[in-house]
């Protein structure tokens, strides 16, 4: 019998056998220290430990509760190594075709909502325009159906928090690569809203004077 490790990525406790164990842990180390002096870092490292955490549960069942070397190998399969994306190129966009074996799924999406983000995670899975879907809502409840509909869908869809999530919901591939482009892109915007804002307040102030 091999001996057993119990772990928590993502507040979540798994059980790996002592080999998974010290691949796994091998693995991440080699993600920290990759990132570790990049812009952005703690969000990447907590985004790609989502996603571990996620093929985890996916991988156990009620006959399957200890995971083991071979477990640790797909994921990395997944993820991929952070050697493979030092070369990439970074022209490639956020949100690529759907490669295949990727998984679309259902989320929410708060990010560009009027209400709750139902049409425009609606819009995301069906490859539709959200506004289209916003429009087929507005005519579905002036013929009378009921707005639980919306309701229900709103309790049973659940967010797309993490961008390993959201990039499922757009059909891409979901690895280390791609994660790290994502949240980039995303700190980029913050800060060029932020330099936005602070010549804005700039320009106020000389006009004052």
Same mark, same amino acid.
């Given at each position: ?19 998974? #164990? ?72 956020? #949100? ?28 995301? #899975? ?9 429009? !087929? ?60 804002? !602070? ?11």
């Amino acid at each position: 019998m091999k001996k057993t490790i119990n772990i928590n990525i993502n507040g979540i406790s798994f059980i790996l056998d002592e080999d998974a #164990y010290k691949l796994l842990n091998d693995y991440l180390r080699s993600i920290k220290g990759h990132f570790k002096n990049r812009s952005g870092s703690d969000e990447i490292i907590s985004d790609i430990e989502a996603r571990i955490a996620e093929l985890f549960q996916q991988m156990l069942s009620e006959t399957k509760q200890v995971l083991n070397i071979e477990d640790i190998r797909k994921v990395q399969d997944r993820l991929g190594q952070t050697s493979d994306f030092d070369s990439e190129s970074e022209e490639e966009t956020v #949100y690529e075709a759907r490669p295949p074996g990727s998984r679309k799924r259902l989320f929410r999406d708060i990010n560009d909502r009027m209400i709750g983000g139902v049409c425009s995670g609606l819009g995301a #899975y069906l490859n539709i325009d959200t506004s289209w879907v916003r429009l !087929a809502f507005v005519i579905a409840l002036i013929s009378g159906v009921s707005p639980l509909a919306y309701i229900i869908l709103w309790i049973v869809m659940p967010v797309a928090l993490t961008e390993a999530e959201r990039r499922e919901m757009h059909g891409g591939a979901v690895n280390i690569s791609n994660i790290e482009k994502t949240i980039r892109e995303e700190l980029n915007e913050i800060r060029n809203k932020v330099d936005d804002l !602070a010549g804005q307040a700039r320009d106020k102030f000389k006009r004052k004077k």
